[in-house]
């Protein structure tokens, strides 16, 4: 018995050693010889951690910096180790997060080629297990035939007639926010001091709650409140290399992501049950989003539903995740921009009166989508302050890249923050707020059609921008028709990424209402 154990272990042992030598050796070396060859380096690969240290240590050591109100350099903050690399290595460059390779794309044809491409070969990257749970196996995750069969789902929700529809929900919820603050500066004498920021998070929580699950919208906010949890776990491990097998031990943080997801997916359920029921009492299934998905998914009569209950629950995460986090950090980051560029403020609020009419009047989607200048300004705060400052595919085989001859398995970075302020594509004053860049729309705001990349480009592009750019409009226009405002002083001016593109320290704002 002994010596069975002892043979076990052994043979554990030359295993274990084979694919260390493998994965964290052999591969790593033969990967940057390839790329060496073609003229592509990088920082220096190191057992097992690659480059996350040194990434690690060059973003602790920038975490202090603050900026001037006007400086929009947030590289420096977020992303100093591209800087670093890109200074020293160029534009394309490859490092290593842990021991996987992540080939920097930071040319446009080369980017576009990778999120135009419909062949599969750039394939979307593994999250991990707390992204997952967080966003869900929706759209943003699922490849090849799946998507589509998600897509053909989700896709009647997004039109743009079914969106206005969802107008007068997004100004009601807005309208609530704003009588709060209304009453704090009559309070106040006239002005108001308010943290816009978290604000912002509950306002768009409360909006998607509405829109996505109706009369359900309670339940929701449950949703939310986990979501805002896992979105904590996910930062917190994201810069950790992975080891193959650990999401199954029940540590800490694995047993609290396996609560948080049964309490996500039971929730969600529950909603879902209601709504199949109210069905076959010939109720419909309403026309929020969820009632939209649901519809289309049921497809005609005598016919096998398209997508399984697990894959609504998946869409549910990550409307509900994406609909809120992306569009409150959209509208907090607009607010900076205009209460620190007051003639640009002062230009919204005629167009919004213009357009829409005064205090009172309802807002409609026609005259929100009039909104020439709001457009153009969301799309300035989108190319400054994106959301998302990088995104990620991996290559499914073997392949060619711009000439590049690229592994399988390697991952190709996309940092669409450096990008947007590439002075080559954006012109000199790429560094600089300036929304006229957009006037003539998004594809001739720059020298390269494909530069705006906040909702990235080709067939997997974002299916809820519309939604969110409606939403940010009605959330300006009812903000610009009551208060003129500004960045309070003591404001600190700290981009910070936690998954998503925010303000470090919130963002206190001053608030005067207007004479009416």
């Not at 560029?341 to 009047?361: D, I, N, S």
């Not at 450096?418 to 954006?426: A, L, S, Y």
């Amino acid at each position: 018995m002994a010596s069975s154990a002892a043979l076990a272990l052994v043979a554990l042992a030359v295993v274990l050693a084979t694919w260390v030598s493998q994965h964290l050796v052999w591969r790593p070396y033969a990967v940057a010889k390839a790329f060496r060859r073609q003229g592509i380096r990088g920082p220096a690969y190191r057992f097992f951690v690659g480059n996350n240290e040194e990434s690690k240590a060059m973003r602790v050591a920038t975490a202090d910096d603050v900026l001037d109100l006007r400086s929009h350099d947030i590289i420096r903050r977020v992303l100093p180790q591209y800087q670093a690399w890109m200074a020293a290595h160029g534009k394309v460059f490859l490092s290593w997060v842990g021991y996987r390779p992540a080939l920097c794309v930071a040319d446009y044809d080369m980017a576009k080629q990778i999120l135009s491409n419909k062949t599969g070969l750039h394939g979307k990257t593994d999250p991990g297990p707390n992204i997952m749970a967080l966003l869900g196996k929706g759209l943003v995750f699922t490849e090849g035939d799946e998507w589509a069969r998600h897509r053909r789902v989700v896709h009647p929700a997004f039109t743009m007639d079914k969106l206005k529809m969802m107008t007068k929900t997004m100004e009601e919820c807005a309208a609530k926010v704003i009588r709060e603050w209304e009453a704090r500066a009559v309070a106040a004498g006239g002005v108001a001091k308010v943290e816009v920021g978290q604000q912002f998070v509950e306002l768009t929580a409360d909006v998607i709650s509405h829109t996505a699950f109706g009369s359900s919208y309670k339940e929701g906010k449950e949703v939310f409140e986990a979501q805002r949890e896992l979105q904590y776990i996910a930062f917190s491990t994201i810069n950790k290399v992975h080891v193959p097998g650990l999401e199954y031990i029940p540590t800490k943080t694995n047993v609290r992501r396996w609560q948080l997801n049964r309490k996500v997916r039971g929730t969600l359920m529950a909603i879902i049950n209601e709504r199949q029921a109210a069905a076959k009492d010939a109720k419909g299934y309403g026309n929020d989003l969820l009632g939209l998905m649901l519809e289309a998914n049921a497809g005609k009569e005598g016919q096998k539903a398209i997508m399984s209950m697990d894959d609504i629950v998946a869409e549910c995460k990550t409307f509900f995740f994406a609909g809120h986090d992306t569009t409150s950090h959209l509208l907090t980051w607009a607010v900076f921009l205009l209460g620190t560029h007051p003639e640009w403020q002062r230009k919204l609020r005629e167009e919004v009166l213009r357009e829409c009419g005064g205090v009172g009047a309802p807002l409609h989607g026609d005259a929100l989508n009039k909104l020439k200048l709001a457009t153009m300004v969301l799309y300035e705060t989108l190319r400054l302050y994106g959301a998302v400052i990088m995104m990620t595919r991996t290559t499914t085989a073997d392949m060619e890249l711009g000439g590049i001859k690229i592994p399988k398995g390697t991952s190709t970075m996309i940092p669409i923050a450096i990008m947007h302020r590439d002075e080559e594509v954006w012109g000199a004053d790429a560094g600089e707020f300036n929304p006229d860049r957009f006037r003539d729309g998004v594809g001739r705001a720059a020298k390269h059609p494909s530069a705006m990349l906040a909702f990235s480009v080709g067939p997997r592009a974002c299916i809820g921008q519309d939604f969110a750019m409606l939403e940010a409009k009605a959330t300006l226009a009812t903000i610009l028709r009551r208060f003129e405002f500004e960045v309070a002083p003591e404001y600190v001016h700290a981009p910070a990424e936690f998954l998503t593109l925010q303000p470090k320290c919130g963002l206190p704002v001053l608030l005067k209402l207007l004479e009416q």
